[in-house]
């Protein structure tokens, strides 16, 4: 077969984790609406919680030129991988799934007769390696991220703030003072608002040293696609392009599938890329609650809280006389016991709902949903952006810190409740989330959600960078 006729084919290489494997389905998909042909490759404990939980394998049948390829990230199959975790995972891949990687490239295992070898790589560029591997085996790179711009800057920016004498700080601190040397963000930018691992008062905590060599890392690749859109980060994207001047700014992901999916096809399924199950019965809970009026709960899929802090936001809520819905992973709360309160447990029965993992975009596209107390993930950011859900952020660690103060201070979609964990002060924000200042946050949220459709729309600007992208990978 002359392979020069076949379509390019571009390995997705995902962050092994929920938000980013999320997102690069999305692409993927997108991509292959364009006919292309997709490897995209999964760690093996990802790819065992996909089949298990998500419906990829039945959604991508109807795309011939997809196929999922599976890889170690070096850990033993029990390792948490969530919370303190997490670094072992970056330091694993880095070295041993560096070597695996390059193996799978170089074994002529992805060269099938019906397919080019691989012509593009799309790798998420924390994983900076896979740009040594891929520069060694003469494959171009597109890098990926999928949190927000603002905290890329913010990653862009570390040794700056190192020059200028502004980290390292300790904790003991005060957290509200100004940062200075982020362009761009000297009007608003307190230290309490950068990345959690700042706050360690010491040059060589592991994640700082993880995230100091991005603003050389990314600008290596080809090209950089971020999750966001234009209107909501135009400033900070500026500030970007001075050292990645090739940006493509296509998102929100989910959405622009989504549009395009009810462009293409007649009956779009609708997608679950979810590592843990799905419990739907929060929609028929949903569907008897009357509009607008559940805050829905959820820290995402990494973040982890001590029976005390679990208690503060149980009480916070119950007393808040807000329904509401709250997703709580089995592995979330530390040395969590069975005895509820008796108050606890009758105010859920009334006006509240809890499950282990929900449907989420489903969920904020619910009319009975208000408002979203979240841990400011990029994902879930995004998701609640496009759905017009007003937020209250309770930020955990990493980009999340960031982003809450973009969504209380420069978007001001919501309030930002970093660095808190007390009934009264939950219970207060919630009622002025979706009590005392309802429409002012649904007002802005909204008009959020229209900018954001008409950049996914014919001649908006996610809408054309992925053009641009496909046509710049077709030309490779
Ligand atoms: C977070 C950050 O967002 C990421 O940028 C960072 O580097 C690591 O920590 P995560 O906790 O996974 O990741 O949050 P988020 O990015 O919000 O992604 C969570 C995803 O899980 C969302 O797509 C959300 O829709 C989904 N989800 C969450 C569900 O489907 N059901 C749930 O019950 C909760």
């Given at each position: ?56 394998q039945?959604?991508?049948e ?82 990926v ?11 862009f ?66 090209g ?8 909501l ?40 890329n ?8 929060c ?51 530390t ?40 841990h ?41 409740m ?13 009622r ?16 959020m ?28």
């Amino acid at each position: 077969m002359d392979q020069s006729t076949l379509p390019p084919h571009v390995l997705i290489f995902p962050l092994p984790l929920q938000g980013p494997v999320n997102s690069m389905f999305k692409l993927a998909e997108l991509l292959c609406l364009s006919g292309f042909h997709i490897t995209f490759l999964v760690t093996d404990h990802i790819h065992t919680r996909l089949l298990k939980y998500s419906n990829i394998q039945s959604r991508f049948e109807r795309y011939p030129g997809f196929q999922l390829e599976t890889i170690s990230d070096g850990l033993p199959e029990d390792h948490p991988r969530s919370g303190n975790g997490l670094m072992e995972m970056f330091d694993s891949l880095k070295t041993k799934n560096k070597i695996l990687f390059k193996d799978l490239l170089t074994s002529g295992k992805l060269n099938l007769d019906s397919r080019r070898p691989v012509t593009c790589i799309i790798a998420d560029g924390i994983m900076g390696y896979t740009c040594d591997v891929a520069n060694d085996v003469g494959i171009p790179i597109i890098f990926v991220r999928t949190i927000s711009a603002c905290c890329l800057w913010v990653f862009f920016c570390l040794p700056k703030l190192i020059e200028s004498g502004e980290l390292p700080f300790s904790v003991d601190n005060d957290l509200d003072t100004p940062i200075k040397s982020i362009p761009g963000m000297e009007s608003f930018f307190r230290r309490r608002d950068l990345p959690s691992f700042c706050r360690s008062g010491n040059l060589w905590d592991p994640s700082l040293q993880l995230y100091l060599p991005e603003s050389t890392e990314n600008p290596r690749a080809y090209g950089l696609i971020i999750n966001t859109f234009d209107d909501l980060e135009g400033p900070i994207l500026a500030q970007i392009r001075t050292l990645c001047p090739n940006l493509y700014t296509i998102g929100p992901l989910h959405s622009h599938l989504k549009y395009k999916l009810s462009v293409d096809s007649s009956s779009p399924l609708t997608s679950s890329n979810s590592l843990w199950k799905e419990d739907t019965s929060c929609i028929t809970w949903l569907d008897s609650q009357p509009s607008k009026s559940v805050i829905y709960v959820s820290f995402g899929s990494l973040a982890v809280m001590t029976k005390e802090q679990y208690m503060e936001f149980w009480y916070g809520l119950v007393n808040s006389g807000s329904r509401f819905l709250w997703v709580i992973r089995p592995d979330s709360v530390t040395n969590n016991s069975s005895e509820i309160p008796l108050e606890l447990s009758e105010g859920t029965k009334e006006r509240g709902y809890i499950v282990e993992w929900a449907p989420q975009e489903e969920v904020l596209a619910h009319n009975a949903v208000g408002g979203f107390l979240t841990h400011s993930g990029w994902n879930s950011t995004l998701e609640s952006v496009i759905e017009g859900v007003p937020m209250i952020c309770w930020p955990y660690f990493l980009d999340q810190q960031v982003n809450s103060r973009f969504v209380g201070e420069v978007w001001k979609l919501g309030l930002d409740m970093k660095d808190t964990c007390d009934r009264l002060i939950i219970e207060k924000t919630v009622r002025e989330l979706m009590d005392g200042r309802k429409d002012e946050f649904m007002n802005r949220a909204d008009q959020m959600k229209k900018l954001a459709k008409q950049c996914l729309s014919e001649g908006g600007s996610s809408y054309c960078n992925l053009e641009r992208l496909i046509k710049d990978i077709k030309d490779m």
